[in-house]
T-cell receptor, first 112, second 111 residues
């Protein structure tokens, strides 16, 4: 069966510090991968998605970036965090033709 | 473009009450439709799905029917429990690899 992991589960970082969040999928190949952000009490905002290694599409211009160094690994990064980057970050995967997404447990990021 | 609109919350119900959360969509082509549930502090879980018109998705006592004529996919449950308290998201997958989510509806069930 397929599983999706995210780490860390929680993170508190000062403004201006770097960020690296990791997402890994097991049990499937060539997944489409997605990063979402959820602000407190709000809906989902799609940040990035990837259909293959090295292929990243950005939905929202910002100080975040994403990379996909391996087929089942998706990394969200920032060189300098802003207060507005605080939120709940969710990784998700799907397969072309499958039609639905599976979500990871999320990372709670607080920028102080 | 494709989009999903769901009823604003929060919704507060007494245990064993009937639940309806409205969801309508706009899409080109023939999207698949989903309901996801998010418990506090957790990721989203797929609750049910419907991939074509007139399909009924069901799971854990929840149901939703894909109505193409009204472009709707309303979530219903006949008797809610305290454990159903969560945020519910309506979503669709359209052309390509794009997914579109509603803004979420918070449900609180009181004993």
């Amino acid at each position: 069966s397929q599983t999706i992991h995210q780490w860390p589960a929680t993170l508190v970082q000062p403004v201006g510090s770097p960020l690296s969040l990791e997402c890994t999928v097991e049990g499937t190949s060539n997944p489409n991968l997605y990063w979402y952000r959820q602000a407190a009490g709000r809906g989902l905002q799609l940040l990035f998605y990837s259909v293959g290694i090295g292929q990243i599409s950005s939905e929202v211009p910002q100080n975040l970036s994403a990379s996909r160094p391996q087929d089942r690994q998706f990394i969200l990064s920032s060189k300098k965090l802003l207060l507005s980057d605080s939120g709940f970050y969710l990784c998700a995967w799907s397969l072309s033709g499958l039609g639905w997404q599976y979500f990871g447990p999320g990372t709670r990021l607080t920028v102080t | 473009g494709d989009s999903v609109t769901q009823m604003e919350g929060p919704v507060t119900l007494s245990e064993e009450a009937f639940l309806t959360i409205n969801c309508t969509y706009t899409a080109t082509g023939y999207p698949s439709l989903f309901w996801y549930v998010q418990y506090p502090g957790e990721g989203l879980q797929l609750l049910l799905k419907a991939t074509k018109a007139d399909d009924k998705g069901s799971n854990k006592g929840f149901e939703a029917t894909y109505r193409k004529e009204t472009t709707s996919f309303h979530l219903e449950k006949g008797s809610v429990q305290v454990s159903d308290s969560a945020v519910y998201f309506c979503a669709l997958s359209g052309m390509g690899n794009q997914f579109y989510f509603g803004t979420g509806t918070s449900l609180t069930v009181i004993p």
